[in-house]
């Protein structure tokens, strides 16, 4: 399916978004509160997601797309690291079957050279699985970071045209990694930091944007309702007037 770019059309707004995005963050300060080693907020959010991915499916979200590992989460201590790769290498082994059974597709998407071939197979092995699911679209990014996503789909776009030097965004648009989807309507960051970490750059021009105290292994689908009710009562102009939004769209 093609998406143009939301940026241009105003949504049909209904209380729940088609797109959310996720910034799961907090699991290390978690588990510090509670004197353990950070990696068991890790694992604990892992079951976060769990219920996370359940309540979209139920809420009738298209699309869920989690930041699970940076390009910027190399940088930590070898062993976070390691533990983190093994986290997503069981997961993966547990849920897929579970999430085929229930409708949903995955996808993963970042530069998954840099993993293990073991887990870039498992990668493969899930999303062919999935593939045909229409239920809910759950992306995980990994070693994912939004500059690196902008320009791998500059290096593609330039090579698909050859001698052109001028482009528009709508030629870029099929070579980011998750052109499949609609851009984000709703982004959520637990764990109380206000950025953006180097997600979705291009992705969330317009998105609305939620950011709650809750650190991740804490959230579940009653905070999840919050930011959508959060959500439901934004006004998503898109640049145009409060005014506007009540007349008859035209384009562009
Ligand atoms: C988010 O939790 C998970 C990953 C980045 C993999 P953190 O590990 O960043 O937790 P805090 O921010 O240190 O609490
Ligand atoms: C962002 O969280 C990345 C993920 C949740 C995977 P970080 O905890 O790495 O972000 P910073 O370093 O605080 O910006
Ligand atoms: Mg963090």
């Not at 593609?156 to 980011?176: D, H, I, S, W």
Request: aromatic residues 10%.
């Amino acid at each position: 399916m093609k998406h143009t770019s939301s940026t241009r059309a105003v949504p049909e707004t209904s209380g729940v978004p088609r797109h959310i995005a996720i910034i799961m963050d907090g699991n290390g300060r978690w588990a510090t509160k509670r004197f353990m080693p950070r990696v068991a907020g890790h694992a604990k959010g892992v079951e976060t997601v769990r219920t996370v991915v359940e309540a979209c499916a139920l809420r009738g979200v298209e699309y869920l797309t989690l930041f699970a590992f940076s390009s910027e989460n190399w940088r930590r201590p070898a062993e976070e690291v390691s533990v983190l790769m093994r986290l997503f290498m069981t997961a993966l082994d547990r849920e897929v079957s579970k999430m085929h059974v229930n409708g949903i597709r995955l996808k993963v998407v970042g530069d998954l050279s840099r993993f293990d071939l073991k887990l870039q197979q498992m990668i493969a092995d899930a999303e062919r699985k999935t593939a045909d699911n229409k239920r809910l679209t759950v992306t995980v990014c990994a070693n994912y970071g939004g500059r690196w996503d902008i320009m791998q789909a500059v290096g593609k776009m330039v090579a698909a045209y050859p001698g052109m030097a001028n482009f528009t965004e709508e030629q870029l648009a099929p070579y980011l990694s998750m052109s499949y989807a609609p851009e984000p309507d709703l982004f959520i960051r637990t764990g109380g930091e206000k950025r953006i970490s180097n997600y979705l750059l291009w992705q969330l021009a317009y998105t609305e944007l939620f950011f709650t105290e809750t650190y991740w292994p804490d959230f579940d689908a009653k905070a999840l309702d919050e930011a959508i009710l959060s959500y439901g009562s934004r006004e998503r102009r898109f640049g145009r007037t409060s005014e506007q939004l009540l007349e008859p769209q035209k384009a562009s």
